[in-house]
């Protein structure tokens, strides 16, 4: 029996990681790192209401461009808008979940139009996020609610 594709978690890197207010605008590389980081903790387990193995896709444009990808978290550089970019993904994978991390309203609302679903920032950063946390503790929208 075939198995379906695993779940594809697309990062708005600039906005998750202009939601924590650490210093990131002194360093966005080094935010953008720190993120992508974070994030490898959770292909395998996955994030609140998204259960893991994932497939995970950070979107980085700006003065992020440049960090390398890691086992389990592909980087993928806008070199437009990172939107835009974001978008093209999640409508070029509409045969399988997609669940899109940004709190951006405009944003939300086109990825929602692909079929996709949308979580907030603190699902993957910020106070209480992590791998090692209560899994309930980041979580800002159920993604199977689209908002």
Known sequence: MPTSPAALLIVDGANVVGSVPDGWWRDRRGAAERLRDRLAGYVEGGVPGVPGPLEIVL?????????????????EEAHGSGDDHIVRLAA?????VRVVVTADRELRRRVTATGATTVGPRTVYGPGAGPDSDPGAGSCTDPGSGS
């Not at 979107?59 to 980087?75: K, M, T």
């Not at 070029?92 to 399988?96: C, G, I, K, P, T």
């Open 92 to 96: 070029a994978a509409a045969d399988r």
């Open 59 to 75: 979107v980085l444009e700006g003065a992020a461009r440049g960090v390398p990808s890691v086992p389990g978290v592909r980087i």
